[in-house]
């Protein structure tokens, strides 16, 4: 982390690219020193950076990790490493870079010492425990306390995760507290939030989201019920409740390189039409697929591309060619993930924000009808995909294990996993992978068939990053800690 500080004013120039004739961009102050650059600039900036790295590296190795997506044999060149977990210290080292280089440009604003930026700030701390949270699930233990002092402290201390969980919720607390007794003059963001567009009142409803989380990830502690159980009931005080819309991330997207949608960018199309090396190598999963059209679920359609001549063709992870001696083709990824060079970077979902609760509902963390919340989430999922709320009901009405709630007495924990393994295909890998991780659903889940070890990871390493510049301070690690180390939360 020793030179992280210093590549944080990098970060401004991809939106410098997406907004060099915006207004609120002409500034007077150097853009290349983080410390002078005004709340308003930085603010979509680091928000733009943020969505960028989930949506495309972090959501690509949780999609491999919860096996959505697999190789085409025409290209089995590609993702070798993450087909046989091959996890190490330079195994997605880049994320671990990348969240900090983000988490510090949102301090940059949380720290601002100039009058009038409550909302500014309430909203950076919000997106600073929104990544730090991911830092603390892929790592574990992770500079904290010491990591933003910028050149007053270049080698920073790690701190207990569970510690950097418990601070996260009080972050959040303040964070809402700022915006609901912001001054009435206080700036509004609306022209420079390219989330929630100054909505404020939907900013404490997604922080609320987040600390819900936070909490369910813990729910299997039992030395964490009563903490639980006192933060929601915190949340239900407070009165705002949790999203019911996509919080999603989009400048201004336009078909132009470099300036569109970087989902779509990668796995899409170019310009021109052409697929994406990407977009030729990505296919889905032969059981993935097979699972979505035994259960009648018309997501299927959405997520994955049919194949020539109509149907759908998956081919597990290492697999060679399993349909002949002839190559054929197999579904990439949908219309419902790829849409446009234009569309929304997702966040967080409303379907996971609805799943998130049935799931505190059915363990008495807060009152509500789970079945309700449990189908809103599904047909949240449908809608964000392009679907009908009568295709959702359709698919929910099913008397199945695992999609109908009726039918899924006794196995609602499982139906809620496996509906969100389902919300996040293509979405929000890096969460999927979280989540199987905490709650081992959907059950099933087959391991790569080149897989080096006989389970799939569980966690990231610490970077070769780390081991050079704060040697002193990173934890140890061999590569068997991937697999059997597990996150604080994990039980």
Not at 23 to 33: A, Q
Not at 437 to 444: C, K, L
């Amino acid at each position: 982390m020793k030179n992280i500080f210093k590549k944080s004013a990098l970060l401004i120039a991809p939106f410098f690219l997406l907004f060099s004739c915006s207004d609120y961009l002409d500034i007077n102050e150097d853009p290349n020193n983080p410390t002078n650059v005004k709340p308003e600039l930085l603010l979509a900036s680091s928000q733009n950076s943020g969505a960028q790295r989930l949506n495309v590296r972090m959501n690509q190795v949780g999609n491999f990790m919860v096996y959505n997506w697999s190789n085409n044999i025409e290209e089995f060149i590609a993702y070798q490493d993450e087909m046989q977990y091959i996890v190490n210290s330079t195994f997605y080292n880049d994320v671990w870079d990348n969240l900090y280089l983000t988490i510090s440009n949102f301090n940059q604003i949380d720290q601002t010492t100039l009058e009038g930026y409550d909302n500014y700030r309430g909203i950076a701390k919000i997106m600073k425990a929104f990544y730090f949270q991911y830092l603390v699930d892929l790592y574990g233990d992770i500079p904290y306390t010491e990591a933003l002092q910028r050149d007053k402290e270049l080698t920073p201390v790690y701190d207990d995760a569970e510690f950097v969980y418990d601070d996260l919720i009080v972050q959040l607390d303040a964070a809402i507290d700022l915006i609901k007794n912001a001054p009435s003059d206080a700036f509004s963001p609306e022209d420079n939030d390219i989330m929630l567009h100054g909505d404020m009142d939907e900013w404490v409803k997604f922080a609320n989201t987040i600390k819900m989380r936070i909490l369910i990830r813990q729910s299997g502690m039992p030395s964490k019920q009563a903490y639980i159980a006192e933060k929601f009931q915190d949340i239900i005080e407070e009165g705002s409740g949790f999203i019911t819309e996509n919080v999603i991330n989009n400048p201004g997207y336009i078909t132009s390189t470099g300036k569109m949608n970087p989902f779509f960018e990668t796995y899409g199309t170019t310009l021109s039409g052409s697929p994406t090396s990407d977009n030729r190598s990505l296919k889905g999963t032969k059981y993935t697929i097979d699972y979505l059209s035994n259960t009648n679920d018309t997501r299927l359609e959405k997520i994955y591309a049919p194949i020539p001549g109509g149907g759908f063709a998956g081919i597990n992870q290492g697999a060679p060619d399993e349909q002949g001696t002839v190559v054929v083709p197999f579904s990439g990824l949908g219309n419902g993930v790829l849409k446009n060079f234009t569309q929304d970077a997702y966040i967080l979902t409303a379907a996971e924000s609805y799943l998130l609760q049935a799931e505190a509902v059915v363990k008495g963390y807060m009152p509500g009808t789970a079945q309700t919340l449990y189908e809103s989430g599904i047909q949240a999922s449908y809608e964000t995909l392009g679907l009908t709320a009568t295709q959702a009901t359709t698919y929910y009405s099913q008397s199945t294990n695992l999609i109908g709630w009726t039918a899924s007495a006794g196995n609602e924990l499982e139906a809620i996993g496996t509906q969100k393994w389902i919300a996040l295909n293509s979405i929000n890998g890096i969460e999927s992978w979280i989540e199987y991780t905490r709650t081992g659903f959907p059950s099933g889940i087959p391991l790569s068939l080149i897989a080096s070890r006989p389970q799939r990871p569980i966690r990231l390493m610490y970077p070769n990053s780390e081991y050079v510049a704060n040697s002193a301070n990173v934890p140890n690690q061999t590569t068997d800690d991937a697999f059997t180390s597990p996150i604080f939360w994990d039980n």
